[in-house]
């Protein structure tokens, strides 16, 4: 009987929307694309759950109301992994990771899109430290008070720059981050705010949830030298399963696991295997035609497999990388 790829891999999913306000039951098998019995069928034993924060408007009111937001989107997170072990296990170090997975536990994993959330208060990631959050999408689309997104927004009056990268609110919060233990992610950021990010940040910075700029022109992807960038730095491109990141103009029924297995190929092939993880965006746009959801995720390393991914690079692929970036955020903790 040929051996599953997928056995004795810990998978970790570094990008998975939850639904807002209301939604299904993480703990029922639903309409979601991923809930906790989803991930045990398809053996993903790590995800992390964002706050996602939609761009507005960058009064103090708007600002308030997106960190209230963060804040109660945190909270339906962590009731995932409630006190009596029902559902998943609250994580917040790579140990602690490993550790749900050797306890055959879901080890939930609370992250933060759009850093709209801080507004312009950096105690508020202090706050979203001690609530878990182990990651900050730096923006979202449409620019915010820290930095320039690479999709800026005609609704809210965006030019096509506004700080030309980080903004001086955003140096200060990227240093703050580094101090925290919270990863810089800069999908969705301008790349010159990806650019600039590399160079301040004192660890090094991951795009959770992204695709390869040459295989698909699209400016939400990440260039060669962005991808130059993050290799000499030490930083991560997580490759997500979005159609339209994935094909120009594709929808999901056009795709299969095979073309994500190409943006993947890409990535190893310019940045080396030490530099490549797996980000889905489910529940935010992301599957294509054999994982459309969590419980599918042993057919992509299934293709891996098939093109000569060794168990080995298989594990640092779908986790050994991010736990390894995850580390290097916690030994730089309160420095």
Known sequence: MTPDPHDGLLALDSHVDIPWPDGPSPFEDGPRCVDLPKLK????????????????RRDEESHLAATARARAMLD?????????????????????????????????????????????????????????????????NGHNALADAAIPLRSLNNETTEHGGLSELGRAALARMNQL?????????????????????????????????????????????????LKASGGLAQ????????????????????DIADHIDYAVARMGIDHVGIGTDFDGGGGVRGFMNA????????????????????????????????????????E
Not at 41 to 56: D, E, K, L, M, T
Not at 240 to 257: E, G, H, Q, Y
Not at 305 to 331: D, K, P, V
């Open 41 to 56: 069928s398809g053996r993903v034993a790590a995800v992390c759950f964002v706050a996602y924060i939609p761009q507005g």
């Open 181 to 229: 233990g919270i990863l810089a992610d800069i999908s969705h950021a301008a790349k010159s705010t990806m650019l600039q990010a590399v160079k301040h940040s004192r660890v090094p910075v991951l795009a959770t949830h992204s695709c390869m700029r040459a295989l698909c022109d699209h400016p939400r992807n990440l260039d060669d030298e962005q991808l130059d960038a």
């Open 76 to 140: 339906a997170i962590i009731s995932m992994a409630p006190a009596d072990g029902s559902g998943g296990r609250l994580t917040t170090t790579a140990d602690q990771i490993e550790a749900a997975y050797a306890a055959g536990q879901t080890a939930i994993i609370p992250a933060i899109e759009n850093g709209y959330a801080m507004g312009t208060d950096l105690a508020n990631l202090d706050d979203f430290a001690a609530r878990g959050v182990r990651y900050i999408t730096l923006t979202h």
């Open 295 to 334: 419980s599918q995720a042993p057919n992509l390393t299934a293709e891996l497999a098939q093109r000569g991914y060794t168990h080995a690079q298989l594990s640092q692929i779908w986790s050994g990388n991010f736990l390894r970036l995850l580390r290097q955020a916690e030994a730089m903790k309160g």
């Open 239 to 258: 490759i997500t399963i979005v159609s339209s990141f994935l094909r120009p103009k594709a929808r999901a029924a056009d795709l299969t696991v095979a």
